[in-house]
């Protein structure tokens, strides 16, 4: 079987993969750049290593602990992970890969479906599915509104072309065709975003760097706040029951695009005005994190979330 090539590792197709782990009472760990099980055998531990090329499913059950680099690895492997009880059953939560990180979500047979239903029917159809996207950035101009003006403090706005930029961004959105039109207005509103900021904390010329690349503090406090959005995103959609995979205008040949769509709400009005200000105050990126979790809090960005995804699922009216 011809293995793909994907970057620097070559990955062997899940169907074609032959092993299915279950542990219990080891930790799972890297060592030497492989990752491995420790096991105690009298005063001594025994390292045994897992092929995560060709592995399919790692269940984890009583006794036993991995780690985040661990995580990391099986991740990139795409290698399903699960927290089980004794014996393999039952299935308590497992890993979802998104984002380049590994989300964890309980499992249940049992949640309820209402809202995957009502998602269904207006992600089926493209002129819903538009609907849908400029529902998500009317909210987000919402939030931006709301956030910027009031909330937003070391933060010397130009509102007459801030206001300008939103105004300009509301029009857009109503007359987008398709997604790719509102896609191109909605990047054109982020680099005015970026300006906005630059001017409003005094900071120097700025450059947003792609897939955590950048160096510059303000690149690396907004790649820190983004994944907590994420994170948010991610939660808001788990628990009405929406598939990460049914996005209706980021990644749509992305497994975790529906993550990208939730987070558009709140990233940009509370994580990026934050980013600016903790770069020019030289915050180190607990301190920020704590800052941008202490917003999401009082601006109560997850019922933001979920109660915007359920207005949506009640469709056009």
Same mark, same amino acid.
């Given at each position: 079987?011809?293995?793909?090539?994907?970057?620097? $590792?070559?990955?062997?197709?899940?169907? %074609?993969?032959?092993?299915? !782990?279950?542990?219990? &009472?080891?930790?799972?760990?890297?060592?030497?750049?492989? /990752?491995? !099980?420790?096991?105690?055998?009298?005063?001594?531990?025994? !390292?045994?290593?897992?092929?995560?090329?060709?592995?399919?499913?790692?269940?984890?059950?009583?006794?036993?602990?991995?780690?985040?680099?661990?995580? +990391?690895?099986?991740?990139?492997?795409?290698?399903?992970?699960?927290?089980?009880?004794?014996?393999?059953?039952?299935?308590?939560?497992?890993?979802?890969?998104?984002?380049?990180?590994? #989300?964890?979500?309980?499992?249940?047979?049992?949640?309820?479906?209402?809202?995957?239903?009502? #998602?269904?029917?207006? #992600?089926?159809?493209?002129?819903?599915?538009?609907?849908?996207? %400029?529902?998500?950035?009317? &909210?987000?101009?919402?939030?931006?509104?709301?956030?910027?003006? /009031?909330?937003?403090? =070391?933060?010397?706005?130009? $509102?007459?072309?801030?206001?300008?930029?939103?105004?300009?961004?509301?029009?857009?959105? =109503?007359?987008?065709?398709?997604?790719?039109?509102?896609?191109?207005?909605?990047?054109?509103?982020?680099?005015?975003?970026? %300006?906005?900021?630059?001017?409003?904390? =005094?900071?120097?010329?700025?450059?947003? @760097?792609? +897939?955590?690349?950048?160096?510059?503090? @303000?690149?690396?406090?907004?790649?820190?706040?983004?994944?907590?959005?994420?994170?948010?995103?991610?939660?808001?959609?788990?628990?009405?029951?929406?598939?990460?995979?049914?996005?209706?205008?980021?990644?749509?040949?992305?497994?975790?695009?529906?993550?990208?769509?939730?987070?558009?709400?709140? %990233?940009?009005?509370?994580?990026?005005?934050?980013?600016?200000?903790?770069?020019?105050?030289?915050?180190?990126?607990?301190?920020?994190?704590?800052?941008?979790?202490?917003?999401?809090?009082?601006?109560?960005?997850?019922?933001?979330?979920?109660?915007? $995804? &359920?207005?949506?699922?009640?469709?056009?009216?």
């Amino acid at each position: 079987m011809e293995a793909i090539s994907s970057g620097d $590792l070559r990955t062997i197709l899940h169907s %074609k993969r032959a092993n299915l !782990y279950y542990l219990e &009472k080891c930790k799972v760990v890297v060592n030497g750049g492989r /990752v491995e !099980y420790i096991t105690e055998a009298g005063n001594r531990q025994l !390292y045994w290593n897992i092929p995560i090329a060709n592995t399919t499913s790692l269940l984890l059950g009583t006794g036993t602990s991995i780690t985040q680099s661990a995580m +990391r690895e099986l991740a990139k492997a795409g290698v399903l992970v699960g927290f089980c009880g004794g014996g393999g059953t039952p299935l308590f939560c497992a890993n979802e890969v998104e984002l380049d990180i590994a #989300w964890f979500s309980p499992q249940s047979e049992y949640r309820p479906v209402e809202y995957l239903h009502r #998602w269904l029917g207006i #992600w089926q159809d493209e002129n819903t599915r538009l609907w849908a996207a %400029k529902q998500i950035q009317c &909210k987000r101009v919402e939030m931006l509104q709301k956030h910027w003006q /009031v909330d937003a403090t =070391d933060f010397n706005l130009n $509102l007459s072309a801030f206001n300008q930029s939103l105004s300009t961004f509301t029009d857009e959105i =109503d007359t987008s065709q398709n997604q790719q039109q509102l896609m191109l207005a909605e990047a054109r509103l982020t680099k005015q975003l970026y %300006k906005h900021a630059c001017q409003a904390s =005094d900071y120097e010329a700025f450059t947003r @760097a792609k +897939r955590g690349s950048g160096t510059d503090p @303000a690149n690396r406090l907004l790649d820190n706040g983004n994944y907590l959005a994420y994170g948010l995103g991610a939660t808001a959609t788990w628990v009405l029951g929406i598939p990460h995979g049914l996005s209706v205008l980021h990644g749509q040949t992305r497994r975790g695009g529906l993550v990208f769509d939730v987070a558009d709400l709140i %990233k940009d009005a509370l994580v990026l005005p934050q980013a600016f200000i903790g770069a020019m105050r030289g915050d180190e990126a607990q301190t920020f994190r704590h800052e941008c979790l202490t917003r999401f809090t009082q601006s109560q960005a997850l019922d933001f979330m979920i109660d915007s $995804l &359920k207005e949506i699922c009640e469709g056009p009216r």
